[in-house]
């Protein structure tokens, strides 16, 4: 993707289709304002349930799979054909997730990209972790789909066996970035090319910005002579904030705030 390619969000009738209902909030998320909205206050662990109705609405529609991936979620290379080719090396996967573990013994998952299966079991799974998420959001309100799918994870064995935790090294979260710096500190030896890069760990639209060209034109895989200009580094940064607020007014649409 060139910055160049970036163009407004377009208008998509599928999006007049999906209708979220069923969802009861704890604290709904308030209307007032554009403004975008981050993971450091509380309005975006509301925001972030949506994700489980989304993936329902969507299982419906007749897919075999599903991957969703955040907005800030760079694809360095298609990602696709390797994510189909694993669920048909093992039929037993049904969900293949991005992860931040640290630990072995506590793994945290990431839903800023995953991809489920579309089988008669994923409905009643997506219903867990919504089930899961509103309970949780009463005990911390500061409780995020991250949070809820690992717990499902270290809690239910029969969920943790359908689930596949994609490789770090070519699926790496944005505290990874200078594993792919064109400083190599043993010469000859380089990461392997990840298939995508997610711009999390840092807070606001302008973080995650320079966080994504960081890794697109300064990492060991930017295409060569890759030059980023004013103009193209303010488109970026606008798109990053029109995720945001087109999600935002989507919501106030469909709960008629």
């Known amino acids: 993707m060139n910055p160049s390619d970036i163009q407004d969000i377009p ?19 308030t209307a007032d ?10 309005e975006f662990y509301n925001l972030v349930q949506y994700k489980w109705v989304l993936l329902e609405h969507v299982s419906k529609l007749g897919f075999d799979s599903i991957v969703f991936s955040d907005f800030d979620v760079y694809w360095n290379k298609n990602p696709i054909i390797e994510l189909e080719e694993t669920f048909k090396t093992f039929p037993e996967v049904d969900i293949q997730i991005q992860t931040y573990t640290s ?14 299966r579309n089988t008669k079991a994923l ?3 997506l219903q867990n972790l919504k089930d899961l998420h509103a309970k949780l959001l009463q005990e911390n309100r500061m409780t995020g789909d991250d949070d809820v799918i690992s717990k499902l994870f270290h ?7 359908k689930v596949l935790k994609l490789p770090q ?6 505290n990874l970035i200078n594993v792919f710096s064109r400083r190599n500190l043993f010469p000859g030896l380089v990461p392997f090319e990840p298939f995508v890069f997610h711009a999390n760990f840092v807070v606001g639209s302008r973080k995650k910005t320079l966080l994504l060209k960081t890794f697109i034109y300064n990492s060991q895989f930017a295409k060569s002579g890759t030059k980023v200009t004013f103009r193209q580094g303010v488109k970026a940064a606008l798109l990053v904030r029109r995720v945001g607020v087109y999600a935002k007014r989507l919501m106030k649409q469909s709960l008629n705030f």
């Open 123 to 125: 409905l009643p799974d």
């Open 33 to 42: 304002g554009d403004k975008y909205i981050d993971f450091s206050v509380p």
């Open 169 to 174: 090294s070519t699926f790496p979260t944005g």
């Open 11 to 29: 208008e998509n009738p599928r999006l007049n289709k999906v209708q979220f209902n069923g969802l009861e909030l704890k604290s709904p998320v």
């Open 103 to 116: 630990r072995p013994s506590s793994e945290q998952l990431c839903m800023g990209f995953v991809a489920f």
């Open 155 to 161: 809690s239910d064995a029969n969920f943790r066996a």
